[in-house]
Nanobody, 123 residues
């Protein structure tokens, strides 16, 4: 399994930006599709974005399309989520995860997970 560690969360005002990072512990990172999910208090975890192993194909939830950008660098075993124009409803714990299935929005298709990083957007 790939071990993942997220970082970069924090408190930001509405309209601001944050960049989340996900560092992987093994080179198998380069063979896996990767994704970001988030879970707000009292809500189920939801899909945010995913990216193919090559980085050439990306998917986004409608709620973040046009504001968030997912990217990766296999040589650095790292993935990022650039979040712009943040809204209070983006407040959640953000998780990175790996999957053998590109484009899946189902958390059950993701086998390795990080511990999460808190993002709080104030109004």
């Amino acid at each position: 399994q790939v071990q993942l560690v997220e970082s970069g969360g924090g408190l930001v005002q509405a309209g601001g930006s944050l960049r989340l990072s996900c560092a992987a512990s093994r080179r198998t990172f380069s063979n896996a599709a990767m994704g970001w999910f988030r879970q707000a208090p009292g809500k189920e975890r939801e899909f945010v974005a995913s990216i193919s192993w090559s980085g050439g194909v990306t998917y986004y939830a409608d709620s973040v399309k046009g504001r968030f950008t997912i990217s990766r660098d296999n040589a650095k075993q790292s993935m990022w989520l650039q979040m712009n124009s943040l809204k209070p409803e983006d407040t959640a714990i953000y998780y990175c995860a790996s999957s053998s299935r590109l484009g899946s929005t189902n958390e059950h298709d993701y086998g390795s997970w990080g511990q999460g990083t808190q993002v709080t957007v104030s109004s």
